[in-house]
């Protein structure tokens, strides 16, 4: 556990670190003076000032800045040095140089994982989608293996790829059940192929007659992956932006798809266990750091994403929010007040302190 938790910190003050530093590159490219570039939150633990910057570390991990000179209602005296001198569309740039970073730090990760593995990966999929990039091929894939159930006791292993049975493929969960319904109480032939290890296995398995509720009559869950593989030369080279458009689209999507569900359901659990606080990436990076190296850089770069996503979002107190309010001072030809602005952040950054607080909530209950 003391492992799992330095590492969810070094992966954490990674995409921070990155996130930061586009816009700390940005704004040094285009003349703003930068005052303070800051990992973690105060109060400080490191500092150190070279030439007109104060770099610093805070004791605080989840989070960073950097202290950009006239950006906030304070007078600038030299406008040239300023953020808020500058013309929109450098600040536009500014602004948008944390969410590029962390997409390319996912890219470069992705690149180097999909050129080890013969430009192949795979995903499991939470509903049926169809990647825009890339050859796509669906698995029916094992989950969690019930102890003493028959799977356990025939060798089935959480994310085995179920390839054939009794000579036959299934391409779909429902169609699977309903044949092993079937076959309660009859030996069937399984062959596997493990999606982490690519082992292949082929077992022989008896479903059971009866079973206690939630089981089923081989006692393991299952789920949908696909893998997808990247062929031509030209993907190949560019299989790592490739994949990141494909994980953000279905990031996107799966928003989309959650948010309908619960308008559906008129509940709210649907879009709410779709949403992860601190302590379910945790969960995450500490099942990840057990799967091997290749798996937890992999999660990294999803991370990286969802936190590039994320920022995107056109909310107040992100950094598409500031685009939001670049976006109308274009339109309108002059500034959104500052202290409006800066009200409108505040109450949208109590907000997302709040849902953060809540995921945080859900994801306890959720996992204890």
Known sequence: ?????????????????????????????????????????????????????????????????????????????????????????????????????????????????????????????????????????????????????????????????????????????????????????????????????NENKNINIVPRIEYPDNQGPLGVSLGNIAQVSYVSPANKIFSGFLHSANISVYSFSGLAYFIKESFQEKNIAPLASSVSGPVGIFSLVDTASKMGFATLMNLTAVISLALAMFNILPIPALDGGKLVFLAIEAVARKPVPQKIEENITMFFFGLLILMMLAATFNDLHRFF
């Open 1 to 197: 556990m003391f492992v799992s938790i330095i590492i969810f910190i070094l992966i954490l003050s990674l995409l921070i670190f990155v996130h930061e530093l586009g816009h700390f590159v940005f704004a040094k490219m285009t003349g703003v003076k930068v005052e303070e570039f800051a990992i973690g939150f105060p109060p400080r633990i490191w500092e150190k000032q070279k030439g007109e910057t104060l770099y610093s570390i805070g004791a605080i991990p989840f989070g960073g800045f950097n202290k950009l000179y006239g950006e906030t209602s304070e007078v600038a005296q030299d406008k040239d040095r300023s953020f808020s001198g500058k013309p929109v569309r450098v600040r536009a740039l500014i602004s948008f140089g944390g969410v590029l970073f962390n997409v390319l730090l996912a890219t470069v990760i992705f690149y180097f994982i999909l050129s080890s593995s013969g430009f192949q990966t795979k995903q499991f999929l939470i509903y049926d989608f169809k990647f825009p990039f890339g050859q796509q091929e669906n698995f029916i894939a094992t989950g969690a293996v019930v102890k003493n159930s028959p799977a356990e006791i025939a060798g089935i292993e959480p994310r085995d790829l179920i390839l054939q049975v009794n000579g036959k493929e299934f391409k779909n969960t429902s169609e699977f059940i309903e044949f092993i319904q079937e076959k309660k109480g009859k030996e069937i032939n399984l062959v596997l192929r493990n999606a982490i290890t």
